[in-house]
Nanobody
Framework: QVQLVESGGGLVQPGGSLRLSCAASRMIVSFNDMGWYRQAPGKERELVASITTSDRTNYVDSVKGRFTISRDIPKSTVYLQMNSLKPEDTAVYYC????????WGQGTQVTVSS
């Protein structure tokens, strides 16, 4: 069973930074377009950043210029660097394939609050 394991979340003040990590198999990271998603309380899960197999990236407007998605294939890891965090970024963050999602991991909680 393929596992996606997210980590790196936490409590941070507005304006702070966090780097999220998503560990998966090398096959998954190497051969799939990947995305970071988030789900805030009472809201649906949304895609916030994606990276294709050719390393093209795309972001939802609300995080453009603040978040950066990347991947390290030898480490079988996808990252999300989050800077200038805002309270509205508070959510559980997940990674998954962009297409034909796998079973969702547990996610990692990001809370932005003073």
């Amino acid at each position: 069973q393929v596992q996606l394991v997210e980590s790196g979340g936490g409590l941070v003040q507005p304006g702070g930074s966090l780097r999220l990590s998503c560990a998966a198999s090398r096959m998954i990271v190497s051969f799939n377009d990947m995305g970071w998603y988030r789900q805030a309380p009472g809201k649906e899960r949304e895609l916030v950043a994606s990276i294709t197999t050719s390393d093209r990236t795309n972001y939802v407007d609300s995080v453009k210029g603040r978040f950066t998605i990347s991947r390290d294939i030898p480490k079988s890891t996808v990252y999300l660097q989050m800077n200038s965090l805002k309270p509205e970024d508070t959510a559980v963050y997940y990674c998954n394939r962009l297409w034909s999602q796998l079973t969702w991991g547990q996610g990692t909680q990001v809370t932005v609050s003073s």
